[in-house]
């Protein structure tokens, strides 16, 4: 009985001379394809913001809950730095940005791939997502907001951006 059951493993085993179908698949890492985006205004903001974005940037790890959007705070500035923002491992992160006076426009400078929203009503998306005019050629993109009132508002990023962004918040007036 051992000697059928090993004459049958041998008749179903492949044939070592015969040439195996061994298919390696070449899977080097796929690159995000850029997104279609209208250019932005080459002024003085973007080309402060496109300059900042060849700095180190300061590490700040974003929450993972609106509740927690406190723990991770940016107060634009006519000359601020630039972030390096890691969201949390899945899902949708969070940050407080400060407002210091009502009536406010505020540049975002972020890495293109990142997506976010400020669901406020005193808080207006004046231009939507462009490409930094300074830099086009660069992987930034541009947003303006305006605040109608100062305080303390949530970004969102959404589950799909990057789990580090670089971003910068400048004010315009």
Do not use: K
């Not at 300059?51 to 509740?67: D, R, Y």
């Not at 940016?74 to 899945?90: A, F, K, N, Q, Y």
């Not at 407080?96 to 009502?102: C, D, F, G, L, R």
């Not at 462009?130 to 303006?144: K, S, V, Y």
């Amino acid at each position: 009985m051992i000697n059928a059951l090993l004459l049958a493993l041998a008749c179903t085993a492949p044939d070592s001379s015969e040439p195996q179908d061994t298919q390696v698949l070449d899977t080097a890492p796929e690159e995000l394809p850029r997104r279609e985006l209208p250019d932005g205004v080459d002024d003085a903001f973007s080309q402060q913001a496109c300059g900042l974005f060849e700095e180190t940037g300061e590490a700040m790890v974003i929450a993972g809950s609106e509740a927690e959007a406190g723990q991770a705070l940016i107060v634009p500035s006519g000359d601020t730095l630039v972030h390096r923002l890691e969201l949390p491992e899945s899902g949708p992160g969070y940050l407080t940005v400060e407002v210091p006076e009502w009536m406010s426009t505020i540049r975002f400078f972020a890495d293109e791939q990142a997506t976010y929203s400020i669901d406020h009503v005193d808080a207006e998306e004046l231009t939507g997502i462009r490409r930094a005019g300074a830099c086009p050629d660069t992987e930034i993109h541009d947003n303006r907001y305006a605040f109608h009132a100062w305080g303390s508002y949530v970004l969102r990023f959404d589950e799909d951006s990057p789990r580090e962004i670089w971003f910068v918040a400048l004010i315009e007036s």
